[in-house]
């Protein structure tokens, strides 16, 4: 894992055969402006915190689409677009099995040119739609008490250790509350 200034366990999942554990990395230090988040899943089977992978977001659209429990299987794929290979064929000669390399098209975009060139269509798994289901609750739901932080002449923000928490009146008032996420 990652040097974290704050390590908090964020929630549990749950799912079907198994629930999912997430914890919140929150690293203050040498961030301008806004701390990094960084997220961590275990599976009920193991416990074993793993960081999620950059976000699949190629089926964005179909997310609010995927009803239902979580499984608890993180590898279950949910979209299919990666064609499943077929077993090769006893018997077949290997020169077969190998396809000739392409000729290069002198006239062909280039990877600057064309930054759909690169694109590799991938699955979208129960791990995916864990990770969009996270992003999209932390989004929408985490805050902190007004005068908590505060921003640092070196442009970080931090705890402010001024801040002694509200009063029952105040701390019941929802406009004594800000989200803590990137504008």
């Not at 077949?92 to 060139?117: G, I, N, R």
Request: with cysteine.
């Amino acid at each position: 894992m990652h040097d974290f200034e704050e390590l908090l366990f964020w929630g549990r999942i749950e799912g079907i055969k198994q629930d999912y554990y997430l914890c919140l990395g929150i690293t203050y230090t040498n961030k301008y402006e806004f701390p990094e988040k960084r997220f961590y899943w275990a599976s009920a089977a193991d416990f074993k915190f793993k960081s999620f992978q950059a976000i699949n977001d190629q089926h964005y659209a179909e997310f609010d689409s995927i009803k239902g429990m979580f499984s608890g299987e993180p590898s279950q794929v949910l979209i299919r677009v990666e064609q499943e290979k077929p077993p090769a064929e006893e018997g077949m000669p290997a020169e077969q099995e190998q396809e000739a390399p392409k000729e290069k098209d002198p006239l062909a975009s280039t990877e600057e040119e064309d930054p759909s060139a690169t694109f590799v269509p991938r699955n979208f798994t129960e791990l995916d739609r864990l990770q969009m289901t996270v992003f999209a609750i932390e989004n929408d739901c985490h805050i902190l008490p007004k005068g908590s932080v505060k921003l640092t002449d070196q442009h970080e923000v931090r705890r402010d250790n001024a801040f002694k928490g509200f009063g029952i009146d105040d701390a019941c008032t929802l406009a004594n509350y800000s989200h803590f996420r990137k504008v």
